[in-house]
């Protein structure tokens, strides 16, 4: 039995600023923006000059009252000269996952500078709509400016139901004139009003459905980049960052820690944020005493002049902190300290500074350093130098490589055994043997299978499929009940697709298709919400007798092997005389019954039972729902399970 309030859930991650979601579209700081757009959004904004115009930032003349550090400088007054900047967002070929629908409105700061050579040159053209033949624009507006700076917008009406896939096109043009733009803003105006987040209506949705205990923000250069200034600052007024020096641009802008704190307190999560490995330790002081100070502090000031002057620790119970992501990993460069005692002290001198600065409220804390789940030989000297980390984050993907598939034994087997595999001979067990008794977190899970010769077609019903969901769910629930670590995150809320090396693509990482309510998400978010429904109070054992089915896996995919592999698993979940239980079948071709003997279930008129539904464990929710959570009537203790199939039961004693 795990102590009280401390079983955890299985939690959702977030991810970058182009895949967390915000209320409108936005691009670089020299069009300084507020909010963004989830999934497909396109940061970056393509220009077109003719006739030698010119784009050039503004640094002198800016709006009055909003604190942004440039504009954009639009230089058309030349006969014959005119430009065109344009920005685009949900532009996956053939797919869609933005819908419009409600009331907009598109917003813009501009002034014009001189009348140009032209007539009507001091009108700045704007449109919006969807790049699909046919289809009229929603906004296409000839703006006429004046000599001062004023804000400017348009509203309209979206109900993007039956959506012919297009990207979504804003588009600003000038001809014959000069004029100044800044901060380009797209929101929707009739949205539900109990949301007071950056995010969209959808976006809230769906991590109220998921129910998460903790959400991740990891930002990769945007974030990583950053100082801790800029992840503070209001949104107008944050820059572009990247910790890369042989990139050149950088188009995103970070969400920013006061926007994922609000999310986080919306949905009831709590926050973990990845700071900058390269932060000072005077940045360092500086977001403890935004998270925990008083107003009177340098960061606490900070908070207040946002509105908020109680500490952040104020509303959550704990707070974690990761210094940097994957630092271990060359493939991030610029941001990485590879060497693991080098980190290790450098992790610690970083927590020694952010505790002492985080005063009576050090406590809340969860100090992370993060490690290579298949490296564990590293972990000794990390925690040696870094004897103030709380916990040492690991990230132990399922399925690396396929390489056989010719029947579902071939295909699905190995991935519903590497669970048991992991914790009982593998790197999860690995882990915890070099942990030192140090506690262990999932900063990301799932499935990871970018090598191997599987075709696409294969692919496309092994990543996204019901096999997945209930591999994942399966895979945090064993280590929370075997191992003891209760922070673990699937990574992650979005990402439709990702390019292989050897060009193939494969549907990782994201767990929905489309947000919302009523959007598609992939079995391994629904199995995910299925399990959060019941994860709180105490985590209790379970005991089956009986029929015990096993199986012994033959060595196949990721080289997983195992003997008297389990094909059924149980955990159950008490607070006071409220009871939870969750049951899975890992078999692939028999179903199984089972009866369950608990407190207050027999009998008991009142049992709610979901089950994740599917045909077979290649069902995929890409195109229609073929994963559906299903809820029935349960009376009695007999419960029959489907081959690869997960239930979830509920009630009061």
Request: charged residues 25%; proline residues 5%; hydrophobic residues 40%.
């Amino acid at each position: 039995m795990l102590p009280r309030e401390s079983a955890g859930r299985l939690r959702q991650a977030g991810h970058s600023a182009d895949k967390i979601g915000g209320k409108a579209i936005g691009a670089g700081d020299w069009l300084a923006v507020d909010k963004e757009f989830p999934g497909d959004a396109a940061a970056g904004w393509w220009p077109t000059v003719r006739g030698d115009a010119q784009l050039e930032a503004e640094r002198s003349d800016l709006p009055p009252g909003v604190p942004v550090h440039q504009a954009l400088r639009i230089e058309a007054s030349g006969a014959g000269q005119s430009a065109d900047v344009n920005s685009y967002f949900d532009s996956t070929a053939g797919k869609s996952f933005v819908r419009l629908q409600g009331r907009y409105r598109l917003s813009f700061r501009a002034k014009a500078l001189e009348s140009g050579t032209l007539p009507g040159s001091n009108v700045l053209h704007v449109h919006m709509g969807r790049d699909v033949v046919g289809v009229s624009r929603y906004v296409d507006l000839d703006a006429r400016l004046t000599p001062a700076w004023q804000e400017y917008g348009e509203e309209f009406t979206a109900n993007e139901v039956n959506l012919q896939p297009g990207a979504m096109e804003v588009g600003f043009s000038v001809a014959g004139g000069t004029v100044l733009l800044d901060d380009v803003s797209l929101e929707q105006t009739n949205g539900d009003p109990a949301n007071r987040t950056a995010f969209r209506d959808e976006v809230v949705e769906t991590l109220r459905e998921l129910r998460p205990g903790v959400l991740r923000l990891m930002e990769s250069d945007a974030g990583l980049g950053s100082t801790v200034d800029n992840l503070l600052a209001a949104p107008s007024s944050r820059k572009r960052a990247g910790y890369r020096t042989w990139f050149k641009a950088a188009d995103d802008i970070p969400v920013g820690i006061q926007e994922f704190l609000e999310l986080c307190q919306e949905v009831g999560a709590e926050p973990w944020i990845v700071a900058p490995t390269a932060m000072s330790l005077d940045e360092t002081r500086k977001l403890a005493e935004y998270l925990a100070g008083p107003a009177t502090t340098p960061g606490g000031a900070l908070r207040a002049a946002e509105g908020r002057r109680e500490p952040w620790t104020e509303s959550f119970r704990t707070i974690h902190i990761e210094l940097g992501n994957e630092a271990w990993n060359g493939d991030f460069r610029g941001e990485s300290i590879e060497d693991p005692s080098a980190y290790g002290r450098r992790a610690n001198a970083v927590f020694a500074a952010f505790r002492a600065a985080a005063g009576p409220a050090a406590g809340r804390f969860d100090l992370v350093v993060g490690t290579n789940a298949y490296d564990p030989a590293r972990n000794a000297a990390l925690l040696a130098a870094a004897p103030l980390a709380n916990s040492l984050a690991i990230a132990p993907y399922l399925m690396r490589s396929v390489t056989e598939w010719a029947t579902d034994d071939q295909l699905y087997g190995p991935l519903l055994a590497q669970p048991e595999q992991m914790s009982r001979e593998g790197i999860v067990a690995a882990a915890v043997a070099s942990a030192g008794g140090r506690q262990l977190a999932v900063y990301e899970t799932n499935l990871h299978t970018t090598v191997g010769d599987a075709p696409e077609q294969v692919l496309d019903r092994f990543t996204p499929s019901a096999a997945a969901g209930v591999a994942v769910a399966g895979h945090m629930l064993r280590m929370m009940r075997d191992h003891g670590i209760r922070d673990e995150m699937l990574f992650s809320l979005t990402q439709y697709a990702f390019g292989r090396s050897d060009g193939k693509t494969v549907r990782l990482w994201g767990s929905v298709v489309e947000m919302g309510a009523n959007g598609r998400k992939r079995p391994q978010f629904l199995a995910e919400s299925l399990a959060n429904r019941v994860l709180r109070g105490d985590l209790v054992k379970m005991e089956l007798t009986g029929e015990n089915p096993t199986h012994d896996q033959p060595s196949g995919n990721d080289g997983v092997s195992l003997r008297n592999a389990h094909e059924l698993d149980a955990y159950a979940f008490q607070d006071g005389k409220w009871h939870g239980l969750i049951v899975f079948n890992y078999g692939l071709h028999r179903a199984r019954r089972i009866d369950i003997e608990a407190p207050g279930l027999a009998h008991n008129p009142n049992v709610l039972l979901w089950r994740l539904v599917s045909s077979g464990p290649g069902d995929t929710n890409e195109e229609t729902d073929e994963v559906k959570i299903q809820e029935e009537h349960f009376a009695g203790t007999d419960l029959t399970l489907a081959p690869c199939s997960m239930a979830v039961l509920e009630w009061q004693e």
